[in-house]
């Protein structure tokens, strides 16, 4: 039983390292593109990307997730409407 759990966590352990990876290396790449073809430093990137509320960031993020599932559906149902 507690190798079962044990196994589950370091699952969920391993899953969140590379989690928290993909995002800074996608920050990172960002921060990169956004330097070279703007007019904006790497310095003045930061400075803004600071500046950038938790609560935007949360409702962007169920917006994305809300017509991800929206989408979703309605290709189900106009894939089948096809048939």
């Given amino acids: ?9 370091k699952t969920l352990l391993k899953f969140g390292a590379f989690f928290v990876l993909g995002c800074a290396g996608g920050l990172l790449i960002a921060g990169l593109m956004v330097v070279m073809f703007s007019d904006t430093d790497f310095s ?3 400075s803004i990307l600071r500046s950038v509320e ?5 409702a962007a993020t169920v917006v994305g997730v809300a017509s991800l599932i929206v989408s979703f559906f309605l290709l189900v149902i106009v894939h ?3 048939h």
Avoid: N, Q, R, W
Avoid at 1 to 9: E, N, W
Avoid at 54 to 58: A, D, E, F, R
């Fill in 1 to 9: 039983m507690i190798c079962d759990f044990m196994k589950i966590f």
């Fill in 54 to 58: 938790l609560s935007g960031v949360l």
């Fill in 44 to 46: 003045e990137f930061l």
């Fill in 80 to 82: 089948e409407a096809g």
